[in-house]
């Protein structure tokens, strides 16, 4: 196995150093926000491709979500009633699913 340490140039050059970072509280705050975002655009894709909104072939679906668009709103339904999400934010989860179903209704 090679040294982590390499020459390029005749530079040595060092591994990067990860365990030193630290996040503060807004970065928290951040990263919190944009899981719960993802899961509420990945909820709308999932349920305009199932209503024929999106246009993308089975094959396409499967190699960009890698699941069925039933399971991923399976998945992200078992999300939003899981302590992960109470965890990560203080918006009650029947107000956020139902705005989605909601959404789902009114297209």
């Known amino acids: 196995m090679k040294d982590r340490n390499f020459r390029w140039d005749n530079r040595k050059v060092q ?10 509280d807004v970065g928290e ?46 998945e992200i339904m078992g999300f939003f009633n899981s302590k992960w999400y109470g965890i990560l934010c203080d918006i009650p989860r029947e107000k956020i699913i139902d705005k989605l179903l909601s959404e789902n209704t009114a297209a």
Do not use: C, F
């Open 15 to 24: 591994p990067k150093k990860y365990h030193d970072a630290q996040i503060n």
């Open 29 to 74: 705050e951040a990263l919190a926000a944009a899981i719960v975002m993802q899961a509420i655009s990945d909820y709308r894709i999932a349920v305009q491709y199932m209503n024929g909104t999106i246009k993308m072939g089975k094959k396409t679906w499967k190699n960009k979500y890698d699941r069925t668009p039933e399971s991923m709103l399976l």
